[in-house]
């Protein structure tokens, strides 16, 4: 007689993996944190933020595919002038 394994185990393993991608997903990664070449960060962005990531030592003078470095996307997209400041 061939003893069927516990769906239980299965099940648990599963969920633990969906919650841990979820988790995953919900947060970004110390690397994708200090996103100065876009728009979305700099919308969001609070001076602390950006003076966390410069002395993270994240790249402030280079400019991406369009040309901007973060000052330009700052200052298009920021409405607050200490963001702007703390580059």
Request: net charge positive; hydrophobic share 55%; aromatic share 10%.
């Amino acid at each position: 007689m061939l003893h069927k394994p516990a769906a239980a185990p299965i099940k648990l393993r599963q969920s633990l993996v969906w919650v841990a991608g979820f988790i995953a997903l919900s947060f970004p990664a110390a690397g994708n944190a200090c996103d100065f070449l876009a728009e979305e960060f700099f919308r969001q962005a609070t001076a602390a933020q950006v003076k966390k990531c410069l002395a993270s030592g994240t790249a402030v003078n280079n400019p991406g595919e369009s040309g901007w470095a973060p000052l330009h996307w700052a200052a298009a997209n920021s409405q607050q002038p200490a963001v702007i400041a703390a580059l």
